[in-house]
C-alpha cells in the first residue's frame, strides 16, 4: 500500500513511496499528527542519487520490522534536500554543530515543535565499527522520549538557542580589495597539491568556483601562479577516473588524491560550473585539452540530462546494475576489465586500449576493474584510431543498464547549466548550444515563475513543484539570464533578470545587507537560514551579489551595485581565512575590482564585423566583463534592447564597441584587435 508519498513530484520521495514506513512529507500536518499522538518526529533527509541513502533504505526503510516500530513510535518525515535546501541546511547545522560531521543520509530526532534533540547520519542494520545499529538508535529514542521528558525537552531547546546565536554579522566587515584576495590567493597556495592538482587531500573535490576565481585573478592581474594552479587542476581532472572518458562529464568527487576513482554520481551542477571553467581556461590559454572537455560536458548535459521539456535534470545515480551479477553497485556502467575491453574492440585495440586508459589486470577499483583514465605516460597513438575505440565502448556501455536519472529540474542548477552552454555556444560556433540554453531559460520562465516572477525551486515532467524558490534559485537564474542576454542580444532576458535580483533586494536582504537563503515571508523554520559559504554549488549569497553587480553594470542601477558591495562584504571577512569555501564570492570581488568592465557593441544586425567584434567581446579574460551587442538605441529608448547601447553611435557606419568601467571609457572602436587589448588576452 503506498504511503503518502505516491502523488509528490520529487524522484527522491518516489522512491520511498512504496516503503512499509509510513512516511509523510514536510508539512505542518506531520507535525500536528506527533503533537496529537505526543510521539517524536523522525527526519530522513537525502536526495535520489546519494549511494548510502539507498543503503540505508534497503536495510532499515524496506525491513518490515523495522518499518513496523518506526511507524508505532515515531511521525516519519522525509525531504527531499534538493527540493528543500532550507529545511536541510538548518538541520544539517545543528548536526555539524552537534557531531562535527555531517552528510546524507541526514537523519534528525525532534519534537512536535521541530526542536532537534538527536542527531546522526547513516546507521547500519547492525552495530559496525563504533556505530550502533539503527534499531538500537531507535529504541534509544524512544526511551529518552517516554522515560526523560524533561530532559528531552531541554536538549532541544539548547539547540535552539545555539543555533540562533550563530546569527552571522557580515554586513559592516567592508568591501574585499586587492589585499583581501592576494591573501586569499595566498591561502589556496598553501593548501594547493602541487603533484596532484586541486586542493587538500581525499576525498578531492572539483573546485569550480575556485578555479573561477584563479582565472579571474589571473586576468585582472596576470598572476602566472594562479593561472598554472587552475590549468594543473584541470589537466589533472580531466586525465582521472572523476571524467567520464568514453562519454564526457564529471562525476560528483575522487575517493583518492589523485582523481583515480569517483564516487559515480553525476550531478547537474558540477557539470554546468566546470563545464564553464574549461570554457574559461580555453579563453585564456586556448588549450586544445580545455576545448574537447569544455565541449564534450555540454554535450553530456545535452545529451544525458535534457528533460523532454527543454529543462535539465538535476543528476545520475552512481548505482546501476552489475549485469553479471544483477545486483545494484557503484560504478558498474563505468568501470572496465582489460577482458571486457578485448571482448568489445578485439586483442589488438584490446591492448592498446587497455594501455592508452590505464586499465590493469588487477584493477583500480573493485573487482579487478578499473575506471577510465589518460595516464600522462600513455603510450603516443593515431587519433583517429582512438576515435573509434571510443566510439565502439561507447556504443557497448550503452548496452548496460544505465543509472537511474533524477528527472527534478532544479532552477538554480538550470541557471547554472544556461550560463555554460550559452557562453560555449558562442566561443567555439555552437548554436545548437545556445538554443539548448535558451530553451532552458524559457521552461523557466513558463513554469517556474509566476505572475509576480517569483520563482519555484522545482518541477518535473512540466509539472512546477509546490516549494518556493531559495536565494541561490534567484542568483544562479539571473546569472543564467544575464548570460544568455550577453551571448543572444535578446534584452528580454535581462529584463527578466532584473525582476529576479529586484526579488533579492525585496525578499531576501536584511537592513544590513547581509542576505538570508529564504525570502521574508517563507515558512518560518526554527532558524531563518544563513549561510554565504560554498558547498557543490555557489551559496545563494555570493550567487546573488553577482547576479546584482552585472545587473548593475548592465544597467546603471546604483542601488544594485551597492546592494552587491554590502553583501561582499561576506568576502573581505571570510576570503583570506577560509578560501576554499567562498570561491564563487572571491570571484565576484574579482569583477568588481575590475569595474566590472561595461562592452557595448553597436552595429546593424546583419553586418557580419558586428558578429566578429561581438564574439571579440565575449572572449574578453576580464573578470565579469558585461556585453550588450545590437543596434544603436536612441535616446528616447527606442533601437537597442539594453541600456548600454544607448546613444551609442557608430564609427564611420562601422560597428563599433564601447568599453567603459568606473565611469571612464576607452576610445570607441571599430578593431577587434584594438577591443581585444582592452579586455585582456583573447584567443581566436
Known sequence: MPNRLA?????????????????????????????????????????????????????????????????????????????????????????????????????????????????GTYFPPEPRQGMPSFMQVLEGVRTAWVGRPEEVAEV?????????????????????????????????????????????????????????????????????????????????????????????????????????????????????LLCRVYAHLWRATGSDLARRIALETADFMVRELRTEQGGFASALDADSEDPATGEHVEGAYYAWTPAELSQVL????????????????????????????????????????????TARLLAARAQRPAPGRDDKVVAAWNGLAIAALAECGAYFDRPDLVERATEAADLLVRVHMDGRARLARTSKDGRVGANDGVLEDYGDVAEGFLALASVTGEGVWLEFAGFLVDLVLDRFTAEDGSLYDTAHDAEKLIRRPQDPTDTAAPSGWTAAAGALLSYAAHTGSQAHRTAAERALGVVHALGPRVPRFIGHGLSVAEALLDGPREVAVVGHPEDPALALLHRTALLGTAPGAVVAAGPPRAADGSGGEFPLLAERTLVHDLPTAYVCRHFVCARPTTDPVELAEQLGAVRP
Open 7 to 119: 502523488n509528490e513530484t520529487s524522484p527522491y520521495l518516489l522512491q520511498h513511496a512504496d516503503n512499509p514506513v509510513d512516511w509523510w512529507p514536510w508539512s505542518p500536518e506531520a507535525f500536528a499528527e506527533a503533537r496529537e499522538r505526543g510521539v517524536p518526529v523522525h527526519l530522513s533527509v537525502g536526495y535520489s542519487s546519494c549511494h548510502w541513502c539507498h543503503v540505508l533504505a534497503g536495510e532499515s526503510f524496506e525491513d518490515e520490522l523495522t518499518a513496523a516500530y518506526m511507524n508505532e513510535h515515531f511521525v516519519n518525515i522525509k525531504v527531499d534536500r534538493e527540493e528543500r535546501p532550507d529545511v536541510d541546511a538548518v538541520y544539517m547545522e545543528a548536526v555539524q554543530a552537534a557531531t562535527g560531521q555531517g552528510g546524507w543520509p541526514m537523519t534528525v530526532f525532534m519534537t512536535a515543535d521541530a526542536e532537534p534533540f538527536y542527531f
Open 156 to 272: 532541544a531547546q539548547r539547540i535552539v538557542r545555539d543555533l540562533a546565536g550563530r546569527e552571522l554579522d557580515y554586513g559592516k566587515s567592508g568591501t574585499p580589495g586587492p589585499g583581501e584576495l592576494a591573501h586569499a590567493l595566498l591561502g589556496l597556495t598553501r593548501e594547493y597539491d602541487a603533484a596532484r592538482g586541486g586542493f587538500g587531500g581525499a576525498p578531492k573535490f572539483p573546485p569550480s568556483m575556485v578555479l573561477e576565481f584563479l582565472l579571474r585573478h589571473h586576468g585582472r592581474t596576470g598572476s602566472e601562479g594562479a593561472l598554472q594552479m587552475a590549468a594543473d587542476t584541470c589537466e589533472a581532472m580531466a586525465r582521472g577516473g572523476i571524467y567520464d572518458q568514453l562519454g564526457g562529464g564529471f562525476a560528483r568527487y575522487s575517493v583518492d588524491r589523485e582523481w583515480v576513482v569517483p564516487h559515480f554520481e553525476k550531478m547537474l551542477y558540477d557539470n554546468a
Open 346 to 389: 578485439g586483442e589488438a585495440d584490446g591492448a592498446l586500449a587497455v594501455a592508452y586508459f590505464g586499465v590493469t589486470e588487477e584493477g583500480t577499483f573493485e573487482h579487478g576493474k578499473s575506471v577510465l583514465q589518460l595516464p600522462q605516460d600513455g603510450p603516443v597513438v593515431d587519433a583517429e584510431r582512438i576515435a573509434d575505440i
